[in-house]
């Protein structure tokens, strides 16, 4: 655990949350292509097998 003067000097880094969803731009829907639909399993401890479409947007 750092001290107060360690805080003081350097202060705690801010993590940035990465969105899974970057390519939409903060848009609901957007144009695109299909390029190839298929199914994976997802991480642990889910299981399933989910349906995955992986899409060139194309505006």
Not at 1 to 11: C, H, S
Not at 20 to 40: I, N
């Amino acid at each position: 655990m750092p001290t107060i003067q360690q805080l003081v000097r350097k202060g705690r880094e801010v993590i940035v949350e990465k969105s899974k969803s970057r390519a939409l731009d903060a848009c609901p829907q957007k144009r695109g292509v299909c390029v190839r639909v298929y199914t994976t399993t997802p991480k642990k401890p889910n299981s399933a097998m989910r349906k995955v479409a992986r899409v060139r947007l194309t505006n």
